[in-house]
């Protein structure tokens, strides 16, 4: 016989036979929902605390969403960030740090490199990472410049899957990259498919030597099966084309898909891919600064290192290596695991909402990532309206999603759902009672 007293409440014990059954019965309550261990529920005020999504609108007109009219709050629903508080441990890292009154030059701890490969063997099954494969990278797309450097010149051609990201596009086009798009096509059952013939012509036509791989995919949410990945690997050694895997949204997988890294799909992708993560989506850590690149190849990851160095500007921010080492904690595995939940029934909410209550509208359940990307074509020329008339009347009622066009989406609108479930129906029924009600 046991007897467990609750930590938080000691007038609540439980008498049991079994332990094993005990335990076995809380992780079949947590499974169903029935206890969360962190706070996904409560309204953060972020106004006047550094938060673009919430400050920015109306500042950058055809970027940001215009002000709400008034008597209506803006719900933010369009810059790619979570309205959600962090996972504890990071604060505690972070401040634990801060207490010491000393910031000079450091190098990365073998401590920060540990975490990283314990959370990509645990969370994504690499089992062969060591700390010489992995680098640091101030955001992604710095990452993603620094190895088109290495793999390319000045004015070549480079793949990329349409709808596209829009970081990508401006940053190639900043560095005189020219980006040939491969459309994403919809199958029978709405899900977004890579188009392998068009993807050979493109790189036979254009003589392109890298591809982007975004891996989920942002803006569409679709996360990569083995199977795809390997038929792209195929075209990609075919053609002597290198990869640059974009995998920020790994952690972020709903409704029970599995992320397959695509380095780990054969011995040409785990040799020609520089792979791109960071805690950043995961944990709400944009404002940190941040990434690291997983390359296997010594050569690259020499060249890359070079590259990536020459700005004398890549350099981490101690703050940020401790954040990284907080997120990585055993409650940032329990946290990413209840976010997912949420994430999870949140896109389920907003998919049926758009699904059985707007005609018109285009949409493929996302697989991960916290973001729909919703196509109003037919919806556009059923109520002969247009993709601006649209915007302006949601953010008139502070429904503040973002304009898609950017992403190549002709007829698109991006919305994010990383926020409480009540900020949620209530955009909703903004939407459905303002801007649909015809």
Known sequence: MHIIILKNNPKYFFIIISKTKFFAYLNLKYQKGDTMKFDFTSIIDRHGKDSIAVDGAGLT???????????????????????????????????????????????????????????????????????????????????????????????????????????????????????????????KNGIWRMDYEDMERKIKEYNICATIMCNPHNPTGRVWEKEELLEAMKIFERNHVYVISDEIW???????????????????????????????????????????????????????????????????????????????????????DELRKVLSENINYAFDFFTKKIKGIDISKPQGTYMLFLDFKEYCKEKNTN?????????????????????????????????????????????NTYVFKN
């Open 250 to 336: 790994s952690d972020i997988i709903l409704n029970g898909n599995k992320h397959t890294p695509t380095q780990s799909v054969n011995k040409y992708a785990k040799e020609n891919t520089v792979a791109i993560y960071s805690p950043s989506k995961t944990f709400n850590l944009a404002g940190l600064v941040g990434s690291y690149h997983i390359i296997y190849n010594d050569y690259l990851h020499n060249r890359i290192l070079k590259e990536s160095s020459l700005s004398h500007y890549n350099e981490m921010n101690v703050l940020s290596m401790h954040a990284l080492i907080g997120a990585y904690k055993s409650e940032g595995y329990e946290w990413v």
């Open 61 to 187: 007109p055809g970027f940001t969403p215009g002000l709400p009219k008034e008597g209506f709050d803006m719900i933010p629903m369009w810059v790619a960030d979570m309205n959600f508080a962090t996972v504890p441990t990071i604060k505690k890292a972070i401040i634990e740090r801060v207490k010491h009154p000393m910031f000079g030059y450091f190098s990365p701890t073998d401590e920060y490199f540990n975490s990283i490969i314990e959370w990509q063997k645990n969370r994504n099954g690499v089992k062969d990472l060591k700390s010489k494969n992995i680098g640091y990278e101030n955001g992604v797309l710095g990452g993603v410049i620094s190895a088109l450097n290495v793999f390319c010149s000045k004015g070549d051609n480079v793949l990329l899957h349409s709808p596209t990201y829009i970081g990508f596009t401006k940053s190639l086009e900043n560095n005189g990259y020219n980006i040939i798009h491969s459309e994403l096509v919809k199958d």
């Open 387 to 431: 993709i601006d008339k649209i915007l302006k009347s949601s953010w008139d009622v502070g429904v503040a999603w973002q304009d898609g066009r950017p992403f190549n989406g002709k007829y698109a609108i991006r919305m994010n759902l990383a926020l409480p479930k009540s900020k949620i129906e209530e955009a909703l029924s903004r939407l």
